[in-house]
Structures are given as structure tokens and as C-alpha cells.
């Protein structure tokens, strides 16, 4: 399986900026659909984007998709979350995982980071 890991996580103002790296290692990216979570204290994990195998396609929860943008670079075996005009709203782990094909839910990944924490203050 692939090992994940996640950087760029921080302790940000709000109307900030952030991106959020995952570093592959183990296997290649482009064999993998890549998803992006998070999970706030005390909720269910929240599907936050998936994206395709070669980077093309990129799909969003509602609560995001304005400003959430999710890419990869299969040579840097990296994948992507540009967070833009971040809210409190936001503050969670984010974690990356891999899976054989699209999904919205955790259940459709096999291979997870573990994860970078965001902080956004008022």
C-alpha cells in the first residue's frame, strides 16, 4: 500500500490562505483516486474532495467547492488542498487517502495519512 503524509497544517487567521501537501511514498500516486478529508473535534470524518488518477478531475463536498481546490502532481508524487479565504468553520485534521476509484465516503479508501492539523482563528 501507499504511506501518506501530510503537511502544511497551522494555526492560520481567518480570511488566510493555506496550502496542504501529501507526500507519497511505497507506490505511485497515479495509481491511486486521491481523496482529502478532515474531522473537527467530536464529528464523523467529512469528505472534503476526491481527485482522479491523472489529476484532471476534481470533485467537492457543497461546503467547500467555493473555495477549496484540490490537484497533484504524479511526478513529485504529491497531491494538493489549497484552502483560500479560510474559516473558523474549517479547523480540523485533514487527511489524505488513496482508493481504487472515486468516492465520498471513507469507506472507499484503503490508504490514509495521518493527518495535519488547521486552526483557524477569529
Known amino acids: 500500500q501507499v504511506q501518506l503524509v501530510e503537511s502544511g497544517g497551522g494555526l492560520v487567521q481567518a480570511g488566510d490562505s493555506l496550502r496542504l501537501s501529501c507526500s507519497a511514498s511505497?507506490?505511485?500516486?497515479?495509481?491511486?483516486?486521491m481523496g482529502w478529508f478532515r474531522q473537527a473535534p467530536g464529528k464523523e470524518r467529512e469528505f472534503v474532495s476526491a481527485?482522479?488518477?491523472?489529476?484532471?478531475?476534481?470533485y467537492y463536498a457543497d461546503s467547500v467547492k467555493d473555495r477549496f481546490t484540490a490537484s497533484r502532481d504524479n511526478a513529485k508524487n504529491t497531491v494538493y488542498l489549497q484552502i483560500d479565504s479560510l474559516k473558523p468553520e474549517d479547523t480540523a485534521v485533514y487527511y489524505c487517502?488513496?482508493?481504487?476509484?472515486?468516492?465520498?465516503?471513507?469507506?472507499?479508501?484503503?490508504?490514509w495519512g495521518q493527518g495535519t492539523k488547521v486552526t483557524v482563528s477569529s
Open positions: 481527485v482522479s488518477r491523472s489529476g484532471s478531475s476534481a
Open positions: 487517502a488513496g482508493g481504487r476509484r472515486f468516492s465520498g465516503t471513507k469507506d472507499g479508501y484503503e490508504s
Open positions: 511505497g507506490r505511485s500516486l497515479s495509481n491511486y483516486t
